[in-house]
């Protein structure tokens, strides 16, 4: 009678054999770093032209450290323009769009995504073909509209016309035709649950990561333009990028005072993608395990 010996398995320390497919090897963090340190350049700039003298910026050799008149520098900036009420205004703005947007986003990305009615191909359609419509086509118009409804030089001419969004709708209906299944909108419906209940107590809980993907990038979108703020408003009632085109001027342009300025305005969105970061990462990821 013959014998089969077995051979047992050998353990390999950790650090040891063939590298994991999804293990880096020193290239891929040579380029991970190369990349960080590129996006983060810029901010480190700015940091630094907010804190050195506009001859300093301006010699043939630039500093590349920070130097000590960051706080003069701004002083000077919330002197030369109306930027502590642009900050207010664009965070009122801001939010207030981020907020109307990812709701109206969600109700309606749902409707599109898992209920059934009649004309549900066409208006998804219509709404993804006014994506295609440049925004300055409709400048004149709105501004007619703006104008009968007296809301000129007021901020709810800058909300009103962002409250809801294509790009938004779209984004969520595909968030949630991955994310959200049929099986968990069919027992509510056995349970006697309605259409707001389910979008209520299911759906929103669910896109959740999806929301805030759509916020960040409603919130950048909105804090950065300056197409709209400034035809609508006038510098006495200005959004932070209409009051940063006021800083600096004179013969020469002080290019200290104008950093100064930018980096005031940059630091409410760092904030934001600081407090959103991680649900922002588990939405990326998430649509993309599903995906």
Not at 5 to 27: C, D
Request: hydrophobic share 50%.
């Amino acid at each position: 009678m013959t014998t089969i010996q077995l051979q047992k398995p050998v353990r390999r320390r950790p650090g040891t054999g063939r590298r994991s497919p999804l293990q880096g090897g020193p290239l891929a963090y040579a380029v991970l770093i190369g990349a960080t340190a590129l996006f983060v350049f810029p901010f480190y700039w700015t940091l630094v032209g907010a804190s050195r003298t506009n001859a300093e910026m301006s010699s043939a050799s630039p500093a590349l450290t920070p130097g000590s008149n960051l706080f003069h520098n701004i002083g000077e900036a919330l002197q030369q323009a109306a930027i502590g009420t642009a900050l207010v205004n664009s965070l009122i703005v801001a939010c207030t769009v981020t907020l109307g947007v990812v709701l109206s986003s969600t109700l309606a990305g749902f409707a599109f995504a898992k209920l059934r009615f009649r004309g549900r191909s066409l208006l998804l359609a219509v709404t993804v073909g006014t994506m295609m419509i440049p925004p300055q086509l409709g400048v004149i118009p709105l501004f007619m509209v703006i104008v009968k409804m007296d809301l000129q030089n007021k901020l709810p001419s800058v909300i009103l016309p962002s409250l809801v969004s294509a790009f938004g709708v779209f984004f969520m209906r595909q968030f949630l035709i991955q994310a959200l299944p049929d099986e968990l909108i069919e027992a509510a419906r056995v349970d006697g649950a309605s259409s707001l209940r389910i979008f209520w107590s299911i759906v929103l809980p669910v896109a959740r990561p999806g929301m805030a993907v759509l916020g960040m990038l409603t919130f950048m979108a909105t804090w950065n333009d300056f197409f709209w703020p400034i035809v609508a408003l006038s510098s006495q009632n200005p959004t932070v990028q209409v009051a940063l085109r006021s800083l600096g001027q004179g013969y020469v342009q002080d290019q200290s005072i104008v950093m100064a300025g930018t980096l005031i305005g940059t630091l409410p969105v760092l904030v934001v993608f600081a407090l959103l970061g991680r649900q922002i990462v588990g939405g990326i990821m998430q649509g993309a395990v599903k995906g």
